[in-house]
């Protein structure tokens, strides 16, 4: 089955940006969408087809997908950007959705 | 505004039964594909399913398969989840989600979610 791998944490200051990377074989041929979920609450969709965003989402959120790796990035950080965030794809080998296994942002 | 309502969690056994269900409001339910998606205690995110707006067609995790079944009844706006032979590590709060669109595939992604329901499966 198809795995996408994320770091365990990222830790940035406030004003800074933040890189949270998730990588999968040839993840470039997929559409990333990344996902913020803060505690106790239910996740909610930051960008979509790799680089698009949601209505509501601050234009601070963007995303980049190409070969093994893609990225969702978080420029000028706020103490509210403190959150897990997970990718997901659709693998139409298996027609299964796939999780990421998520990053917990750290604002210090 | 799309609203999704999860109930039916709860306290079950190992070996036990439940089925969880999945209000929505807002949208035209029969145009989107669903989902279920859970999360263990302290865990990420887990897909475990998904059906068609028809209810036609349907997928599963392979940590669900043959004994989780979803439905749904357009009429009602409900889609479910009917759970068998629980685990412990089926211990999760569920998630239903709506995906973008009538179709699973490459730009499918989970637009709106409900608040989760906790299934604790314990002796």
């Known amino acids: 089955s198809y795995v996408l791998t994320q770091a365990p944490s990222v830790s940035v200051a406030p004003g800074q940006t933040a890189t949270i990377t998730c990588g999968g074989d040839?993840?470039?041929?997929?559409?990333v969408h990344w996902y913020q979920q803060k505690p106790g609450q239910a996740p909610v969709l930051v960008v979509y087809?790799?680089?698009d965003r949601p209505s509501g989402i601050p234009e601070r959120f963007s995303g980049s997908n190409s070969g093994n790796t893609a990225t969702l990035t978080i420029s000028r950080v706020e103490a509210g950007d403190e959150a897990d965030y997970y990718c997901?794809?659709?693998?139409?080998?298996?027609?299964?959705?796939?999780f990421g296994s998520g990053t917990k942002v750290t604002v210090l | 505004e799309v609203q999704l309502l999860e109930s039916g969690g709860g306290m079950v056994q190992p070996g036990g039964s439940l089925r969880l269900s999945c209000a929505a409001s807002g949208l035209d339910f029969r145009m989107y594909v669903m989902t279920w998606v859970r999360q263990a205690p302290g865990k990420g995110l887990e897909w475990i399913s998904v059906i068609s707006g028809s209810g036609y067609n349907s997928y599963y995790a392979a940590s669900v398969k043959g004994r989780f079944t979803i439905s749904r009844d357009n009429s009602k706006y409900t889609m479910y989840l009917e759970m068998n032979s629980l685990r412990v590590e089926d211990t999760a709060v569920y998630y239903c989600?709506?995906?973008?669109?009538?179709?699973?595939?490459?730009?499918?992604?989970?637009?709106?979610w409900g608040q989760g329901t906790l299934v604790t499966v314990s002796s």
């Open positions: 989600a709506k995906v973008n669109g009538p179709l699973a595939g490459r730009s499918s992604r989970f637009d709106s």
């Open positions: 040839n993840v470039g041929r997929n559409s």
């Open positions: 997901q794809v659709w693998d139409s080998d298996s027609d299964h959705y796939v």
């Open positions: 087809d790799d680089t």
